[in-house]
């Protein structure tokens, strides 16, 4: 099983970005999926997840009604769109796949993770 997130990038404060994880094998359909991030000197946090058929969303206070995430089983993809960036959202941001079907806001809820994709909201 792999995730490969990509779509990261260098924007300014108000920019839009979306990022994108695909993944590979088996797992994906059944799984509910999450995004974290990672900024510097700081501890993974929790982004948002979604449901395994992406009909229950779930965001951090931090993000919510800028950010949304949404899954094309049918591409084995989810995708975080980030909206009005600003330059606390500069982070390292990962997908994973959760061990539930509705995912987590815990990452020792999470099986999988992507290596990662480098989102920098210069001011």
């Known amino acids: 099983v792999q995730l490969q997130a990509s779509g990261g990038g260098l924007v300014q404060a108000g920019d839009s970005l979306r990022l994108s994880c695909a993944a590979s094998?088996?797992?994906?359909?059944?799984?509910?999926m999450g995004w974290f991030r990672q900024a510097p000197g700081k501890e993974r946090e929790f982004v948002a997840h979604?449901?395994?058929?992406?009909?229950?969303?779930s965001y951090a206070d931090s993000v919510k009604g800028r950010f949304t995430i949404s899954r094309d089983n049918a591409k084995n993809t989810v995708y975080l769109q980030m909206n009005s960036l600003k330059s606390e959202d500069t982070a390292v941001y990962y997908c994973a796949a959760a061990r539930s079907s509705y995912g987590s806001r815990e990452t020792s809820q999470y099986s999988y993770w992507g290596q990662g994709t480098l989102v920098t909201v210069s001011s």
């Open positions: 094998g088996r797992i994906f359909s059944n799984n509910g």
């Open positions: 979604i449901s395994w058929r992406g009909g229950s969303t």
